[in-house]
């Protein structure tokens, strides 16, 4: 499976970015896709995952520090996943990657849950 992660950038506090994660190679349904973020120095952090198809219904989990603020999507039609982030801090300030899965239960919350990562889409918010 390849990862291409896209939309970061420089943005104000406040405001608002969508992230976009095309997957390749794989049968996209069948994965969880996670979003993480790392600063420089830090561990690569949890930021927010949403199931592989379980019938009909997928499920989102959140980090505390994002939870109301983002909301993952994904479109299996496209093979994408996405990241809305609304109300954006400095603190979310931070490389983010997207990450596929086959994986379910706590694993959902660690790197180690995940076989395949993207590149890493910077995104910067100025106070």
């Known amino acids: 499976v390849q990862l291409q992660a896209s939309g970061g950038g420089l943005v104000q506090s406040g405001t608002s970015l969508r992230l976009s994660c095309a997957a390749s190679?794989?049968?996209?349904?069948?994965?969880?896709m996670g979003w993480f973020r790392q600063t420089p120095g830090k561990e690569r952090e949890f930021v927010a995952t949403?199931?592989?198809?379980?019938?009909?219904?997928?499920?989102?989990y959140y980090a505390d520090s994002v939870k109301g603020r983002f909301t993952i999507s994904r479109d299996n039609a496209k093979t994408t996943v996405y990241l809305q982030m609304n109300s954006l801090k400095p603190e979310d300030t931070a490389v983010y990657y997207c990450?596929?899965?086959?994986?379910?239960?706590?694993?959902?919350?660690?790197?180690?849950?995940?076989?395949?990562w993207g590149q890493g889409t910077l995104v910067t918010v100025s106070s």
């Open positions: 949403i199931t592989w198809s379980r019938g009909s219904a997928y499920y989102a």
């Open positions: 990450a596929a899965g086959q994986t379910n239960g706590r694993s959902y919350y660690y790197t180690w849950g995940y076989s395949y």
């Open positions: 190679g794989g049968t996209f349904s069948f994965y969880a």
